[in-house]
Each structure stands twice: as structure tokens, then as C-alpha cells.
């Protein structure tokens, strides 16, 4: 997913009016309406809230930030200063997650090395639409803009969807990738477009299938990878701590099962928001909004960051559940979205 695909700085907002909110149902809740809020590692989440709290450029935060630095109970930090505040809008409430994917990979161009991960190319506006993924396969446009080749084009062109990820090189060192733009192209489904085909059915369709049957149909492999128009550039992430998550949409490093892409037309990023997901795995925790997504859209649709490599893939992949997500904003901020009478 690319969850850097608006800038940061647009992002760095506070509780004010945003577009999709003046539609949507707001409800003030308390504390005791969120079900297992006791027993949720508050410490733990307000670690993950001072990560991000500086870059909250907002007169009502800037106090609760430096109160935050400052509390030995973490629980009832957010309790004083927060209202817990259910935002609806006609969509149905989603989580599904992401993660940070792991490449093998070269430097230069070689055996099976042969799908090659491309910067930026020097000129293209922000904005407007360019090539289409296969005039660019056709064209050869991005030639010289290569970062590195990877040995997989399922794999690559799903760390596009990420919009982050490493590259493991033979010897073992790693190159780090960011989010660099795209194409302005709409993203399209490969599942989507496999179950079109009637290949597969919708509930058949996954990463490793997908990969699997590229691999068993190279010809209309190829033509399935270039039906995505939509393509994404990457930059090379040297600041980062190797054990640090990947950058966020407010260029912090993100937290495994602590950090939430959403839609900041209703939720703010750096806002905490508790979650109370269902299906197989419920989860019920309070997360900090520091991420977005190019489809995440709605007021209770979130994604959820896993981890980085393979079994945070896995696990990532499994996740398409309903449940809701309520947003604690500062008080002030919260009676200003839904005032009493």
C-alpha cells in the first residue's frame, strides 16, 4: 500500500475542519465505552504517541505533547486530556494491515536479478499523471534511474503497494527504501484482475498465489503484471536504525502493532485511536494514527502495521476484519466536532 502517497507536510495537521468530516455521524464516548481499555500496555502506546507528538503542529497539541513527556502514568494521561470520539460515515467499519516486505536482490543487473526497483525521475510533477507501468516497461524511460534489481516481479510490485521495503543484498547488507512518488496512475488489483480472467475465485486469490501462477505462465504473467497502470518510486532511506520500522506519512519510523494508516480527512495523524478489531484474531488496543494509504478511505477504515518481513507479511495478509476505531482527541477539540445540545 502507499501509505506515503500525500506529503507529510500537507498531513501535519490538528484537530481542525478536514473535508470528509463535515458528513460524517460524531459521537462522544467515554472511557468506559471502549471495551478492554483496562487492560490495553497504555505506557506502551504513549511511547509510540511522543514519536510523532512534536510534529503535531497544532496550538491545542503542542501543551499535550509536553505534558505527555512528562507523565509516570500513562493511562491516566490519555484519560485527563483526551474524549474518545466515534467518527461514522456510510462506509462499512475495515481493518486489513501492512508491512514492511524483504527483497533479495543486487546492485547491478545479473542472473536472476533482473527486475529492476527505480527512483524518481528528475522533472515529473507531483500530481500529473505519467507513463502507464507498461509504457514504461515498453519505452525504457527509466533507464539510469535503477536503485537496485530484485529477483522477483510479484514481490516487487507488491512492495510498491506497501510503498516501502528492504533489499537484501548477496552479502548481506541491506538497502532501505522509502516512498519517492508514483505515476499518478490509479492503482488496479492483480487479485481483481485474476478473478476477472476467471482464474481464480476472490476467496482463492493471495500473494503467494499470485506469485505462483506468474511463475507457471510467464507470457500472461508479464501481460498480468503490466495491467496495473499505476507505478511506484522509491529513495533510499540511509537515517533509518536497521531495527527501527519503515517511515511513516509524517516521516517517523512506525511501530509494529502500535501504528495505523487512516484516512486523515476524518482521523488527524498523530491522533491515538483505540481499536476494537473482530474476526479470527480480535485485537483491542490503542494505536497512534501515523500512517496513510491510497486506499484507505473512510472514517472506520484503518490499516494496521504489522512488521517487517515474511511472517509480518503472512500475518498481514490474513487480516480483513470489521470492528470499530474511536479517535481520542484533546477536549477542546472533541465537543468542537459534536457540541452538546
Known sequence: MLHAAILATALLVGCGARAGIDDASVTILSFYDL?????????????VFLTTCAALNDPEWRPICKLAEEQENARTFFEL????VLIEDDREPLFTAYFEPVLNGAQRRGGRYRYPVHSRPPGMRRGEAWLTRREIFESGALDGLEIAWVDDPVALQFMQIQGSGRIRLRDGSEIRLGY?????HRFRSLGDTLVRWGIYTRHQVSAAVIGAWVRRNPVEGTELLLSNPNYVFFRVIDRVPAGA???????RSITPLRSLAVDPEYVPLGAPVWIEKDGAEPLRRLMIAQDTGSRIKGAQRADIFMGTG??????AARISDPGRMVVLLPIQSAYALAPEG
Open 35 to 47: 471495551h478492554g481499555w483496562e487492560q490495553d500496555d497504555h505506557a506502551e502506546a504513549l511511547a
Open 81 to 84: 486530556f483526551f474524549v474518545p
Open 180 to 184: 519517492a512518488g508514483s505515476n499518478g
Open 245 to 251: 520500522g519503515p517511515l511513516g506519512a509524517m516521516n
Open 310 to 315: 515474511e511472517e509480518a507479511g503472512r500475518r
